[in-house]
């Protein structure tokens, strides 16, 4: 808690470069609203998911659910940025593609779902062309973490904001997390307020919804984090977690926090070696991960990390056989009941959009 503290007072010292950045993007976003500068629309439902702040809203599990509500409906195809990847430009995963090539969100994409085209592109305005030139018989794209990049129009976007961090409550980068402007939530069709608690009281849900104050056209629901069974990163094999074993888990992703609670709750005790968001792990990493899990003295020890994570590790197959090293999936789960209208409302986009053609 105390480190958490430091580090926003800290963060504090930045705030006249915040102002410097807010006024980037206002004007920024400004040129757009009176299209001086024009977003471009395309013949075909497009669905951005997408956040105003950097990271940790739960925007990769948000495609994920979104590919399997409608995978068997319609022919999608996933189009990422492709962050911190080794590669530049268009690129479509096929058979051989590792996450250096495309990042590592696209590439749990990939795997998860391997009869869904995934491409990755910096400028998806040129990306988007020839995506469909490779797959002319795409129905729908999603479009993951684009919100900010008003180049291309999406005909419906989905704004995730975490619980615990709404965007109205937020500063701007540097000073805080934010990187667009808190008045673009406007934009947006659907609000998804992420990582609730899951006996989350109708009386806080009012009180978030009047903080963020969506306007008329706005739907906003809520959803909580669900953790999916265990998984050996090699073998598959499930293990399910109890309170007699010691973890020792390491993550590069945003905010491990809700993963850290799980495991105060499940587990024995636990140590984290946590990394940059994104970081690509090295072997000297590895050596370390090893060393740290040798000094674990429980009998019952395990290695966690996320999906996220575990496409970066992979390419040590080889190395990770002896070592007990488990993937942890996580899912949105809609409270209130409210998984029926979200799922009717983003499967009757893509209908009434090839009705209108």
């Known amino acids: 808690m105390f480190s958490k503290f430091f580090l926003k007072s800290i963060r504090l010292l930045f705030f006249p470069i915040a102002v410097v950045y807010w006024l980037v993007i206002l004007i920024r976003n400004w040129l757009y609203d009176v299209k001086i500068i024009r977003s471009t629309s395309f013949g075909l439902p497009l669905i951005c998911v997408g956040n105003l702040s950097v990271g940790g809203t739960g925007k990769s599990p948000m495609v994920e659910y979104l590919i399997r ?3 068997d409906k319609f022919r999608i195809a996933t ?12 690129t479509l995963a096929n058979d051989v593609t590792t996450a250096l090539e495309i990042g590592d ?8 779902f391997p009869d869904v085209p995934v491409a990755v592109g910096e400028k998806r305005l040129e990306a988007i062309p020839q995506m469909l030139h490779d797959k002319p018989d795409t129905e729908a794209i ?7 990049h008003r180049s291309v129009k999406a005909g419906l976007n989905i704004l995730l904001t975490e619980c615990s961090n709404l965007f109205t409550r937020d500063l ?4 805080g997390d ?6 673009s939530y406007k934009r947006a069709q659907v609000i998804v307020v992420t990582k609730c608690p899951p006996d989350m009281s109708v009386e806080d849900k009012q009180k978030v919804i009047e903080e963020i104050r969506p306007t008329k056209h706005q739907v906003i629901f809520f959803t909580s984090i669900e953790y999916g069974e265990m998984y050996h990163i090699n ?3 499930n293990y399910r977690l109890d309170e007699k074993t010691e973890v020792l888990l390491v993550t590069g992703i945003a905010n491990p926090t809700p993963l850290q609670n799980r495991l105060d709750e499940r587990s024995k005790a636990y140590n984290i070696m946590q990394y940059p968001d994104h970081h690509i792990f090295t072997i000297d990493d590895l050596r370390e991960i090893r060393k740290k899990f040798r000094q674990i003295e429980s009998p019952e020890k395990l290695i966690l990390t996320t999906e996220k994570d575990a496409v970066r590790l992979v390419k040590f197959n080889s190395e990770l056989a002896d070592l007990p090293l488990y993937v942890l999936p996580v899912r949105h789960h809609f409270l209130f009941g409210e998984a029926d209208q979200f ?3 983003v499967v009757n986009f893509i209908k009434n959009f090839r009705k209108a053609e």
């Open 105 to 112: 969100e696209p590439m749990q994409f990939h795997l998860k």
């Open 79 to 90: 189009l990422s940025r492709g962050y911190k990847r080794k590669t530049k430009g268009y």
């Open 172 to 175: 701007y980068l540097p000073a």
């Open 69 to 71: 509500l409608l995978h």
């Open 235 to 237: 073998t598959r094999h």
């Open 343 to 345: 799922n009717e409302l």
């Open 142 to 148: 999603l479009l993951d973490d684009a919100f900010q």
């Open 178 to 183: 934010l990187r667009d402007l808190k008045s």
